[in-house]
């Protein structure tokens, strides 16, 4: 079955730099990656989403790319914000509609 | 749009004691609904996958007979937890795909949060 990494587990960056988080999938039929922010105690938020027939999408300062080849995506923050402080998840599915997910990322945002 | 009600938000039962929580996509028809549990600092697990209409799928380790799940509508699932022991404490999430070939976004609930004493 499918099997989603995410790393790092944690990563600390500056406010007003970027953020990279990467995620690897093992089934090549996987055609759907969304990826969620969840803050403390709250419920997983889909922010940015790509399907397996496009490469890169972005949405203002959140950008998220894939690579089917090497069966990797990522997620991809610019101008870091405190409020982008959080746990981000990668997951990744199938026809089937059941996500994988990754183990997450602790993103914190240094002022 | 795609907006997830998990009711109750928070609860606290005694050991040996059943929990029922409710999950309803508000605006869109959902085929299929999901089951999770997430421990503290940990990834989402899923517990199980639910169709309207028909029995849950459940994943490996989940007991079916302690954790009822019930799809009766296309817009609300129910999570039985029966017997509820400590070790069920824990937060408890439900998704809803859209009722939209081909997609597979999923949206979620806000959570219960589960305290067996």
């Known amino acids: 079955g499918e099997n989603v990494e995410q790393h790092p587990s944690t990563l600390s960056v500056q406010e007003g730099d970027s953020a990279v988080i990467k995620c690897t999938y093992s089934d090549s039929a996987s055609n759907y990656f969304p990826w969620y922010k969840q803050e403390l105690g709250k419920r997983p938020q889909l922010i940015i989403d790509i399907r397996s027939n496009v490469g890169e999408k972005k949405d203002q300062r959140i950008a998220v790319t894939l690579n089917k080849t090497a069966k990797h995506f990522s997620l991809h923050i610019t101008e870091t914000q405190p409020e982008d402080s959080a746990v981000y998840f990668c997951a990744a599915s199938d026809s089937n509609y059941q996500l994988i997910w990754g183990a997450g990322t602790k993103l914190i945002i240094k002022p | 749009g795609a907006v997830v009600s998990q009711h109750p938000s928070r609860v606290i039962c005694k050991s040996g004691t059943s929990v029922k929580i409710e999950c309803r996509s508000l605006?869109?028809?959902?085929?299929?609904m999901f089951w999770y549990r997430q421990f503290p600092k940990q990834s989402l697990m899923l517990m199980a996958t639910?169709?309207?209409?028909?029995?849950?799928?459940?994943e490996q380790g989940v007991e079916k007979d302690k954790f009822l799940i019930n799809h009766a509508s296309l817009t609300l699932s129910t999570l039985t937890v029966t017997s509820a022991h400590p070790e069920d404490s824990s937060f408890y999430i439900c998704?809803?795909?859209?009722?939209?070939?081909?997609?597979?976004?999923?949206?979620f609930g806000p959570g219960t949060r589960l305290t067996v004493t």
């Open positions: 639910s169709n309207e209409g028909s029995k849950a799928t459940y």
């Open positions: 605006d869109f028809q959902a085929t299929t």
């Open positions: 998704s809803a795909s859209p009722r939209r070939a081909g997609r597979g976004e999923q949206y």
